[in-house]
């Protein structure tokens, strides 16, 4: 019977995401009370440890008295922009960010989000079924970044002027200055870098920079090539370095001498 044999698959997955996550610290950030209790009280049925805050000084309270494994942020509280609460996170934020976003239309806040250092995003209304399959997305990449064993040799890479070290996750530019990255736009560096002058597609990008990990709900490679763009290229709008194959992929094209 294969409905039976469906509906038995699908709790057994269920079953080993909840293991996987389970006893994780949310924080959630919205000034809206009730929004708060819903999403306290169903994070809490599925085995998550939840703390629920109104505003950014609370936020920050939670932060310092405790370990935060995932923060879910409204980015349009009553008294204060949620934008400015990441910017005060830094990049990247102490933990992984999901944020709540408006109506479908308002894209600004979403890309704007994303380019803070933001993993994922929900708009409202959103069904907490969900919002749930996004919080254990973005938990079991966050764990898998934190099991990858760190490479020992060749930690450096130089190209065009810039150089990234694999160790510090820090980047340079040809000026000698430091270029944050978030850890999105680190991990799609190093997969371009490792593959110098080689189409790469969408499909090979996202795996190879463990930013996919065959999750349905999982943002485009674009987003995160074009924050690249702005950062490394001269004119983000023609790009020299990361050059679009039109239906294939991306191309790395600067020489790259790994030290």
């Known amino acids: 019977m294969p409905a039976e ?3 038995r698959l699908e709790e057994q997955a269920e079953g080993r995401m909840k293991s996987g996550s389970a006893g994780k610290h949310i924080l959630v950030v919205d000034d809206d009370p009730d929004m708060r209790a819903m999403l306290a009280n169903y994070l809490e049925g599925e085995n998550f440890r939840v703390s629920a805050v109104a505003d950014g000084r609370a936020m920050a309270r939670v932060f310092n008295e405790r370990t935060v494994d995932l ?3 409204d980015m349009r509280l ?4 949620g934008f400015d609460i990441m910017r005060r996170l830094g990049s990247p934020p102490e933990a992984p960010i999901i944020i709540i976003t408006g109506h479908r239309r308002e894209e600004t806040d979403r890309i704007v989000g994303l380019e803070l250092g933001a993993d994922d995003y929900i708009t409202k ?9 996004r919080v254990r997305a973005v938990l079991r990449r966050a764990g898998a970044a934190q099991r990858r064993p760190q490479r020992k040799r060749h930690t450096r890479y130089r190209f065009a002027g ?5 160790r510090s996750r820090s980047l340079k530019s040809p000026d000698g200055e430091a270029t944050p990255l978030t850890a999105g736009e680190f991990n799609l560096l190093v997969a371009l870098l490792r593959s110098p002058r ?3 597609s969408r499909e090979q990008l996202l795996a190879a920079s463990r930013m996919h990990d065959e999750e349905v709900f999982d943002r485009s490679i674009d987003v995160q090539i074009l924050r690249l763009r702005r950062k490394l290229e001269a004119n ?3 790009p020299k370095l990361i050059v679009t194959e039109r239906g294939a992929g991306y191309v790395f094209t ?5 030290v």
């Open 78 to 81: 009553a008294d204060e922009d």
């Open 198 to 200: 080689q189409i790469l």
């Open 125 to 133: 209304p959103f069904s907490l079924r969900e919002l749930l399959a």
């Open 162 to 166: 810039w150089e990234l070290d694999q």
């Open 254 to 258: 600067a020489a790259v001498e790994v």
């Open 5 to 7: 044999r469906n509906t």
């Open 71 to 73: 923060m879910i942020l």
């Open 236 to 238: 983000p709008s023609e």
